[in-house]
């Protein structure tokens, strides 16, 4: 099944402590990105990825950190979290070829950090 | 840059009726995507609809239809015979052909079916 899938689910941390979360998709897709859904605000990208070892930031970089050293994962890096990162996280890849191709979210990961 | 907006926060349609979601955009491109995401309580994000904008067809999926007007900027969705599973937030979305690295949403309505 072409899925997209994102660890933790949840994760309730405390401020300055670092933190993984992981994103893996198993369709090759080459675009991956990170946004945050917060109320009111609707869905901002983090970073994205075009390809191996490529990346970029989008318009929330500050505060995150993501590597992509192999084309499934995309993972995203909060080396000192504060309260202002609570939040929805959702990692999201779709194909470089194709004009209006899907892209496919994972599942969402709600942090806190208090 | 690109923005959108959703200018209703909250809708509610009662089961079986139609509603119209409203989105407008702001882009100096001519060549772009245009989507409708659901989110139901699930979190999870689903693909509703989407359009090309140099296609002048508007683009249907069953009980979803858009209004895309090009020169108005506006791309709304319609939702025919209401049911209680279209309960969701509802995010417009826009995406440049020419930069294809991210989408850009608006802030979302929430759409509430009454039975």
């Known amino acids: 099944e072409a899925q997209v899938t994102q660890n933790p689910r949840y994760l309730i941390t405390v401020t300055g402590k670092k933190l993984t979360v992981t994103c893996s998709q198993n369709?090759?897709?080459?675009?991956m990105s990170w946004y945050r859904q917060d109320p009111g605000l609707g869905l901002r990208q983090i970073y994205y990825s075009m390809n191996v070892e490529v990346t970029d930031k989008g318009d929330v970089p500050e505060g995150y950190k993501v590597s992509r050293k192999e084309k499934r994962n995309f993972p995203l890096i909060l080396e000192s979290p504060s309260p202002n990162q609570t939040s929805l996280y959702f990692c999201?890849?779709?194909?470089?070829?194709?004009?209006?191709?899907?892209?496919?979210f994972g599942p969402g990961t709600r942090l806190t950090v208090t | 840059a690109q923005t959108v907006t959703q200018s209703q926060p909250e809708m509610s349609v009662q089961e079986a009726e139609t509603v119209t979601l409203s989105c407008t955009y702001d882009t100096s491109e001519s060549d772009y995507y245009l989507f409708w995401y659901k989110q139901p309580p699930s979190r999870q994000m689903i693909l509703v609809i989407r359009?090309?904008?140099?296609?002048?067809q508007n683009a249907t999926e069953n009980r979803f239809s858009v209004n895309f007007q090009k020169a108005a900027k506006s791309f709304s969705l319609k939702i025919s015979d209401s049911q209680l599973g279209d309960a969701a937030m509802y995010f417009c979305a826009y995406r440049s052909a020419a930069y294809g690295n991210k989408l850009v949403f608006g802030a979302g309505t929430i759409l509430r079916v009454k039975s």
């Open positions: 369709m090759n897709h080459e675009y």
């Open positions: 999201a890849s779709r194909e470089h070829s194709g004009r209006a191709n899907e892209q496919y």
């Open positions: 359009q090309e904008a140099y296609k002048q």
